[in-house]
C-alpha cells in the first residue's frame, strides 16, 4: 500500500513538472508572436490627412515583419533627402561596430578627433553617446536652419563652436552627426561612403545607391551629416532592421543585448511622462509596448520612421521624394495617425507612461518666468535676438498650482497640473518642465523653449539700449571742458565707447554667418569683436569718471550748473546698464571668431 502511494505520488510530481517546464516553454512563444497592421485600414487611416498636405511628392510604406507594403505608388526616379533621419543611418553603423568591439560608446570624442574637439576642463567632455544621442550642445548653422544653399568653404572647426553644454535637450545636430562620421571613418580607415556599404548595406542586402552621400553640394566635413540620399526600397529595409533587428537571412543585425539598449533603453529623458531618447531616436510607450520615432515632426528635415521594435511593426512617411524640407510639414499628423494604428491592434487599456515615477519628483524650482524657443541653438545674435521677438513666452503659476501661458499677440492659455512638472490645457496640449537643469527647458507643442528671464523680453533689452547709447553720446559735450582732463576723457570715451559698440553689434548681428561659414575672412570677425570690447571698456571708464566727478563742482554757470550732477548719474547708468547687456548677451570679452 505504501509502495502503491508512493508511486501515485512520484507520478503526480512528475506530471506538475512537465505542466510548469511546458508553461515556461509557451510563454515566450506566445510573447514572440506580433501583431499585424492591415494595409487597407492603414492607407484609409492616412487617408485622412489632408490632400493639401499628402502630395503626389509623398509616399508611405508599411513594414509588418519582414514583409514591405507600399501604401502609395512607388517613384524610385527620384533619390529620397534623409535630412535629420541620416542620424540613424551613423546610429546603426557605430552600434554595429560597438558590437565588434570596435568603438567605446563612452570614449571621450577629444580622444579620436584631437584636432578638432580639445580637453576644456571646465566643461562636460563630450562623449561618443552624446553624438548618438543628439546632445553634444553643437550650434546649428544658421543656413541648415534656414534651409538656404550650403556653403561652398570647407570649415570643419567652425561648426564644432558649442551652444550648450554636453548632456542637454536632444535636438537636430547636424555638426554632431557630421563628427560622429569623421570619428567612425577614422577608427576603421574607410571613407564614409565605404563605411555605409561595409557595415549598412552590405548586411542588409542593398545596392550602393541605397545611401549615398552628395558630396558635390555640400562641404566635405558636413557631406555625411546632411548630404545623405537614399531610395524607398532603402527606407523600407532600414525600418525592418528598426522594427525586427533582423537581415533578410534571418540573421540578427545587432546582438540582442546591444540591440535592446540601441532601441528600447532610454539613455536621456526630460521627464517620466515627457521625451525619452535613446541612440536611434525619441521613444514613446503605447500600452506597455515600446516605439520609436526616428526623423523630425517639426521642420519635416527627411523622411519619418515610426516603429514598435518589440512587434515587429513600422511606418515610414516621406513628405517629398524631391527637396530637403516641404513646403508643408505633416509629419507630426503622419506620426499621430501611426501611433492610433498601433493603439488599436495593441491589447489592454491606454495608460499613462511614468506616472509613479513623476509622482516621486520633490525638488521643483522655478516655473514662472520668460521662456524662449531654442530647440535649434545658434551663437548668432541676430538669430537669437529673432528668437526672443517672435517666440517668447511668459508663464505664470496661479494660486490653485495651475500655470497661465501668454504668447505674444494670443490670450492667456490655462495648463493643469496632472503631475509633478507635467501640465495639461482643455484641448488636451502638454507642458512639461525638465526634471534637471533647475526646470530650465520646457517641451511645449513639440518645441523644447529654455528660460531666459528679463532677457526674453524686448522691451527690457532693444528700446533700453538704444536708448543708452544715445544718452552715452551725450558725454560728449564735456569733450572740451576746461575743468579738467578727467572731464575731457568721459566727453571722449562715452561717444568713442558708444558707437564701437553699436558698430560691433551691427556687425555681429548682420553679418557674422556670412563671414563665418561662406568667407576665409576670420580676421574680419576679430577685428571688429576687439573693436567692441574696446567700446565695452571705454564705456565702464565712463561710469568710473562719472561716479568720481559727481562730487566736482563744474564750471557752468546757472541752470545747467544744477543738470550736471543729474547727468553724470544717468550717464553711469547707462554705462552700467550698456555693460551687463553685452554680458549677459555673451558679447563681453570673445574675440575669436570660434
Request: charged share 15%; net charge neutral.
Amino acid at each position: 500500500m505504501r509502495r502503491w502511494l508512493l508511486q501515485f505520488l512520484l507520478i503526480c510530481t512528475g506530471v506538475f513538472s512537465l505542466l510548469l517546464t511546458s508553461a515556461h516553454l509557451i510563454t515566450p512563444m506566445a510573447h514572440a508572436q506580433s501583431v499585424a497592421i492591415d494595409p487597407i485600414e492603414a492607407r484609409q487611416a492616412f487617408s485622412s490627412i489632408p490632400t493639401s498636405s499628402v502630395s503626389t511628392q509623398s509616399a508611405i510604406i508599411l513594414i509588418n515583419g519582414q514583409s514591405i507594403t507600399p501604401l502609395t505608388p512607388q517613384d524610385e526616379a527620384h533619390p529620397v533627402p534623409m535630412g535629420h533621419t541620416g542620424h540613424l543611418v551613423w546610429s546603426m553603423i557605430a552600434l554595429r561596430l560597438a558590437d565588434e568591439g570596435i568603438l567605446d560608446l563612452d570614449a571621450r570624442v577629444s580622444t579620436h578627433a584631437p584636432d578638432l574637439i580639445a580637453d576644456d576642463p571646465f566643461e562636460v567632455p563630450e562623449q561618443i553617446k552624446h553624438l548618438l544621442l543628439s546632445n553634444a550642445g553643437f550650434v546649428v548653422p544658421d543656413w541648415y536652419r534656414e534651409n538656404g544653399p550650403a556653403p561652398s568653404q570647407d570649415k570643419p572647426h567652425v561648426y564644432m563652436t558649442k551652444a550648450r553644454s554636453a548632456g542637454h535637450i536632444p535636438y537636430d545636430d547636424p555638426a554632431g552627426r557630421a563628427l560622429l562620421a569623421y570619428i567612425l571613418s577614422n577608427i576603421t580607415g574607410k571613407s564614409p561612403q565605404d563605411l555605409i556599404q561595409a557595415e549598412l548595406l552590405a548586411p542588409l542586402g542593398l545596392g550602393p545607391d541605397a545611401v549615398r552621400i552628395d558630396g558635390a553640394n555640400y562641404p566635405a566635413f558636413l557631406a555625411p551629416a546632411v548630404g545623405l540620399y537614399t531610395t524607398e526600397d532603402g527606407l523600407g529595409a532600414l525600418a525592418t532592421v528598426l522594427a525586427t533587428n533582423r537581415l533578410q537571412n534571418g540573421s540578427r543585425y545587432l546582438s540582442r543585448d546591444l540591440f535592446k539598449t540601441f532601441i528600447t533603453t532610454p539613455q536621456w529623458f526630460m521627464h517620466p511622462m515627457g521625451r525619452r531618447q535613446t541612440f536611434a531616436g525619441q521613444l514613446e510607450t503605447i500600452k506597455g509596448h515600446p516605439a520609436l520615432l526616428v526623423g523630425d515632426t517639426t521642420h519635416c528635415r527627411g523622411p519619418l520612421i515610426y516603429a514598435a521594435p518589440n512587434d515587429g511593426i513600422g511606418f515610414v512617411f516621406i513628405p517629398s521624394r524631391q527637396t530637403q524640407q516641404p513646403a508643408i510639414c505633416n509629419n507630426n499628423q503622419y506620426k499621430n495617425e501611426a501611433r492610433k494604428l498601433l493603439d488599436s491592434v495593441f491589447p489592454g487599456a491606454t495608460q499613462k507612461d511614468g506616472q509613479n515615477d513623476a509622482n516621486k519628483i520633490t525638488s521643483i524650482s522655478r516655473l514662472s518666468g520668460i521662456y524662449v524657443r531654442d530647440d535649434s541653438p545658434s551663437l548668432w545674435l541676430g538669430q537669437k535676438y529673432q528668437a526672443v521677438a517672435n517666440t517668447a513666452l511668459e508663464i505664470k503659476m496661479l494660486g490653485d498650482g495651475s500655470l497661465e501661458v501668454t504668447r505674444q499677440g494670443q490670450e492667456a492659455k490655462r495648463y493643469f497640473t496632472q503631475a509633478p512638472l507635467y501640465f495639461t490645457s482643455e484641448d488636451g496640449q502638454t507642458l512639461i518642465f525638465s526634471v534637471r537643469f533647475s526646470n530650465g527647458y520646457i517641451e511645449l507643442d513639440g518645441h523644447i523653449y529654455r528660460y531666459a528671464g528679463f532677457l526674453g523680453n524686448t522691451r527690457t533689452l532693444v528700446k533700453p539700449a538704444a536708448w543708452m547709447l544715445l544718452l552715452l553720446l551725450t558725454a560728449g559735450v564735456y569733450a572740451f571742458s576746461q575743468d579738467g582732463r578727467s572731464w575731457r576723457s568721459l566727453g571722449r570715451f562715452g561717444p568713442i565707447g558708444a558707437v564701437c559698440i553699436s558698430t560691433g553689434v551691427y556687425l555681429e548681428a548682420t553679418y557674422l554667418p556670412h563671414i563665418l561659414y561662406e568667407t576665409n575672412a576670420d580676421y574680419l570677425i576679430i577685428l571688429w569683436r576687439i573693436m567692441l570690447n574696446v567700446g565695452i571698456m571705454l564705456t565702464l571708464s565712463v561710469a568710473f569718471f562719472a561716479l568720481s566727478l559727481t562730487r566736482r563742482t563744474p564750471s557752468a554757470q546757472g541752470v545747467l550748473r544744477h543738470l550736471v550732477p543729474l547727468h553724470l548719474i544717468l550717464l553711469c547708468a547707462a554705462a552700467f546698464y550698456t555693460v551687463y547687456l553685452t554680458i549677459a548677451w555673451g558679447l563681453a570679452g570673445e574675440i575669436r571668431p570660434y
